[in-house]
């Protein structure tokens, strides 16, 4: 099942099914609905994901509310043009999908045990732009990421990241183009987006909290090092 998956971009999501499934888009005949994934964080909040998933993948009550899911699949973007501006996209999409069975202990405790993994993501990406690095009013590091992710057919997802503390110091001094491995969870929060005409609007962002990230060196094409070789003898 997991060797189907690229191995730069993969995820595994456990949480509870909220509100209703809504049609996405249909491609061959094979159409594809997006739902709302909620999961909780150690914290006692939780993250609201949307998922997109093939109907082939829903079986009868699946996406049924509060059914707690496990979701394995990749975290992809796509971009939407309203009132002529360019907007990023973020959805989960589902490459399984299967129900996972609730011990009265797990009803007990919103919490989910420290030994399950409900939320984790792997990207190896590109930094396609200069991160930046910031401090909160209280004192906290922060460094914004862009990551460009290849997918198949020449395509790219660009996926927002945030790393914290000595990450966020040691980001700061990345450079366009390098290449990285993060490890971390997929996060949502709500924001307000002031528009030009004084209005407000609340949205929700989602990104990727970095756990861990390091810088994959590039290997030197073993032809250039043969013909270096050449050369010095």
Excluded at 49 to 63: F, G, H, M, Y
């Amino acid at each position: 099942m997991d060797t189907n998956y690229l191995e730069n971009n993969y995820l595994t999501l456990v949480g509870k099914v909220t509100g209703e499934k809504e049609f996405s888009h249909e491609i061959y005949g094979e159409r594809f609905y997006i739902f709302n994934l909620s999961i909780p964080r150690l914290s006692g909040n939780n993250d609201i994901i949307p998922i997109t998933v093939s109907e082939r993948l829903i079986k009868e009550d699946t996406l049924q509310e509060g059914r707690k899911l496990l979701v394995k699949g990749q975290f992809r973007s796509y971009n939407s043009y309203e009132n002529e501006r360019n907007r990023l996209i973020l959805t989960v999409f589902a490459k399984d999908l299967m129900e996972v069975e609730e011990s009265e202990e797990d009803e007990e405790n919103e919490i989910v045990r420290k030994d399950i993994i409900t939320n984790e993501v792997v990207l190896v990406g590109y930094i396609c732009k200069k991160p930046i690095y910031r401090q909160t009013p209280f004192g906290r590091e922060i460094s914004d990421i862009l990551l460009a992710v290849n997918r198949a057919y020449n395509k790219s997802d660009y996926i927002p990241c945030i790393a914290w503390g000595r990450n966020a110091r040691f980001c700061q001094n990345l450079e366009v183009g390098a290449q990285v491995k993060v490890v971390g969870r997929v996060q949502s929060r709500t924001y307000e987006k002031k528009h030009e005409d004084g209005t407000v609007e609340n949205r929700i962002a989602y990104e990727v909290s970095i756990g861990s990230l390091e810088v994959i060196e590039e290997k030197q094409d073993e032809n250039e090092v043969e013909t270096e070789n050449q050369e010095a003898v």
